[in-house]
């Protein structure tokens, strides 16, 4: 694998591969010293077009637990805004000889783009509302975690599927795990022939809620009401908010963050023992540095694997 | 009042093709002929073997000798952008791909929308152009769809027709004005029909490819629903009118019923989105990006039983250049439009023609006749004609994009596709515009 642009290209033996090495990455957190020489000397390079606080903090942290050499650079401030193209600012980047690339655009596609420009492993760190396939993984390290396994669970997805690369991406990690994912959103924000485009079913309603096993809000974007999808965020809370009210007991709550608080989850369930919320963030550290480990050491070393891990 | 062709001209050409399949289903013609052009004329046609021919002449065994094509729709880029295409380019690649007449679209930069611009243009082409070209005004000023063009003026100095292309005309009470002024204009408006409020003008079409990569698509109803309500000004106002490319189930249908109920309405498809549906456009290569987008399996068999029964009247190549930085870039940044002189025979041809979908005849008419709906004559084989006339060596295989482009971009759809054959020798007008390397000879 030279980059992580999709979950599909992993397919079921490559998402169970990552997973089962950030279990054994997460165990480093609990320990004194919570880094390991794995990337001793090379550099990954974060080249965020979009804000992200969580999602460049959790790739920071990654690489720097790995001993991993990090830069990060935001499109605010940087060339980037003198009007620079996409290529050119890749092949600056490029020529300090990164071992690795983030990208976080807001283009469809625009990680597969970049690499005809680098050699560089390049992680799709979100493009537009495409993939988010770190993303997707660390829902699913959540997600095993909890259950065990994933196979024959239901999951629920909640919310704007229309802009949301996270759906995409989990939902497919998910159905790939062996899960049987329901896509459920307002009509305006479900685009037509998706749930056969990612093998889910689609519902308006959170009528039968009740058989999920895991219930994942997305964030619902204010923007959204001045595109028109939507009459008012008050309208969509009343038909949408997940609540402990519509929860059953056994039921697990996730959402990307960042939350809006009333909108498409209430506080309450945000703060009770069904969420998961917290550690998804956790394990986001630990799958992101599973996937640049495989990316950049796991190409050079045989087996690269329990021996690094215990140094 | 007519349109005008310019081009630079050349020799009148003498040659002679010997056993090659005579394809001309308006002149009743398929079989195997003698052919003689002599000076720009053709001045034999005999069944094989009834003729004394030279010992120079073209072996043309495994090979169909056609009418020249015609396309009423492709885009030059001149004047202004001029990186993409040229007047010589662009004609250069037209007879590289069989045509001897090709019309240009108006929307350069400046927008072809004044009488002086135009006759810059044309003047251009008589220096420039390889073979006779056409060129449209615009429709209305700078393609803004609010105030219409000096088109009297235009048409007195040739412009072949009228068309926003590029843009769609969104306000009915500037369409319905500009049909009313065709008793000045006396020319054909060609139109590029989009809701843009339906079409959003999306990268791609609305369907499981845009939802699988968090696109936004646009939806096909867009173009039918313009194309109903612009058939139904054009027969109210009793005016001729065009409906340029079309990719939608609904808007063949749209097309089809108009024309049954006697509306003065032609229509256009593309070799794209005749061979091509929305999946092609699941890796997000730009070369798939164009306006209006690949659509669906059943949109594409819809066109192709329009241009069956002749509710499609024309193959239109919708020729739309841009330069490998402007499409190498991400799918939603990247401008629309593709390349399609070079390969739009040979792309039909093998996916239609030869798998028995599209009979060779129906491909023939639909590829010559694109110039009639703007009053422009449709070239035919037969003793006494001009040469107008294109070779395609059937047996000829090659790789769609090796070898390079006469056109300045390389941006075709078809990029990698295996070819079965090729086009190998033009006449326009008389004169040979284009040989192929492997056919020998010398002009």
């Known amino acids: 694998m030279n980059d992580l642009l999709t979950i599909e290209q992993l397919g079921r033996s490559g998402i169970e591969r990552i997973l089962d090495r950030a279990d054994e990455f997460g165990g480093i957190a609990a320990r004194e010293v919570q880094k390991v020489p794995a990337l001793r000397g090379k550099l990954v390079i974060n080249l965020f077009y979009e804000a992200s606080t969580r999602t460049t903090s959790s790739f920071e942290l990654a690489a720097k637990r790995l001993s991993a050499d990090v830069i990060s650079v935001r499109s605010s401030g940087s060339s980037v805004e003198k009007g620079e193209s996409f290529k050119d600012t890749v092949a600056t980047l490029d020529a300090y000889d990164p071992a690795a690339i983030v ?70 990690a998910l159905n790939l795990l062996g899960a049987r994912v329901v896509l459920c959103a307002p009509p305006t924000l479900m685009p037509p022939m998706i749930g056969m485009a990612l093998g889910c079913e689609t519902t308006h309603s959170l009528d039968g809620l009740e058989e999920a096993d895991a219930v994942y809000a997305l964030r619902m974007q204010h923007e959204r009401m001045r595109g028109g999808d939507i009459p008012s965020l008050a309208e969509y809370a009343r038909c949408y908010r997940i609540g402990l009210e519509r929860m059953r007991p056994g039921q697990v709550l996730m959402h990307p963050g960042p939350v809006n608080r ?50 | 009042m007519s349109g005008r062709l310019a081009w ?43 003729s004394t021919t030279s010992s120079d002449a073209i072996d043309g065994s495994g090979m169909i000798l056609m009418p020249a094509f015609t396309d009423p729709h492709v885009h030059f880029r001149t004047p202004g952008q001029e990186h993409k295409e040229t007047i010589s380019t662009g004609t250069a690649s037209a007879a590289a791909g069989g045509y001897c007449q090709v019309i240009a679209m108006p929307n350069t930069s400046p927008v072809i929308d004044s009488p ?32 219409l063009t000096e088109m009297a003026t235009m048409r007195q100095i040739g412009a072949v027709g009228f068309t926003d292309d590029g843009m769609p005309i969104v306000d009915a009470g500037v369409l319905r004005r500009a049909v009313r002024y065709q008793e000045l204009s006396e020319a054909t408006i060609a139109l590029h029909e989009e809701d843009p409020a339906l079409s959003l003008r999306a990268s791609l079409n609305e369907g499981a490819t845009s939802a699988r990569l ?77 306006n209006p987008p690949l659509r669906f399996e059943h949109d594409r068999q819809a066109l192709i039983d329009g241009l069956n029964d002749g509710t499609i009247d024309c193959v239109a190549t919708d020729h739309a250049p841009h330069s490998d930085g402007e499409k190498e870039q991400p799918f939603e940044d990247a401008p629309f439009g593709v390349t399609g002189l070079e390969t739009s025979f040979v792309s039909i041809y093998d996916e239609l023609v030869a798998k028995g979908i599209v009979p060779l005849s129906v491909l023939v008419e639909r590829m010559t006749s ?23 060596n059937t047996n000829s295989p090659w790789t769609c994009g090796e070898g390079g482009w006469a056109s300045r971009s390389s941006n075709n759809a078809f990029v990698g596709r295996r070819f079965s054959g090729r086009v190998v020798l033009t006449l326009a007008d008389g004169v040979e515009v284009y040989r192929h390397i492997g056919l020998g000879g010398s002009r």
């Open chain 2, 214 to 290: 968090g696109l936004a698509g646009g939806s096909g109803l867009s173009e039918s629903t313009m194309i109903t309500r612009d058939c139904a000004i054009a027969e109210a106002e009793g005016a001729r009118i065009h409906v340029q490319h079309l990719s939608d189930a609904r808007s063949v249908q749209a097309v089809r019923e108009a024309k049954a109920r006697g509306v003065l309405v032609t229509a256009e498809a593309s070799p794209h989105h005749l061979l091509l549906t929305e999946e092609a456009c699941a890796t997000l290569d730009t070369r798939t990006k164009m």
């Open chain 1, 262 to 311: 009333g909108v498409e989850v209430t506080g309450a369930a945000v703060d009770s023992p069904a969420s998961l919320i917290t550690r998804q963030v956790s394990a986001g550290v630990a799958v992101r540095m599973a996937v640049l480990y495989e990316l950049v050491a796991g190409s050079e070393l045989a087996t690269p694997r329990a021996a690094e891990v215990a140094a």
């Open chain 2, 370 to 392: 694109g110039c009639d709906p703007f009053g422009l004559p449709i070239p035919t084989i037969a003793e006494g004609q001009k040469a107008n006339l294109v070779l395609f």
């Open chain 2, 8 to 50: 630079r001209g050349g020799t009148p050409s003498d040659l002679s093709i010997t056993s090659v399949r005579v394809v001309d289903p308006r002149s009743g013609l398929d079989g195997t002929f003698d052919v003689t052009v002599a000076t720009g004329v053709i001045t034999e046609l005999r069944p094989s073997g009834e």
């Open chain 2, 116 to 147: 002086e611009i135009l006759s810059g243009i044309l003047a251009r082409a008589a220096e420039e152009a390889v073979i006779p070209m056409g060129q449209m005004g615009a429709v209305t000023k700078g393609l803004g769809g609010l105030e």
């Open chain 1, 103 to 172: 990208l976080r655009h807001p283009r469809a596609g625009a990680a597969a783009l970049m690499t005809r420009w680098t050699n560089a492993a390049v992680v799709n760190a979100g493009d537009g509302a495409h993939a988010h396939p770190t993303q997707a993984l660390l829902d699913a390290q959540t997600l095993r975690s909890h259950f065990g396994s994933l196979d024959g669970r239901v999951i629920w997805i909640v919310g704007d599927v229309a802009h949301s690369r996270v759906a995409r991406s989990t939902a497919t």
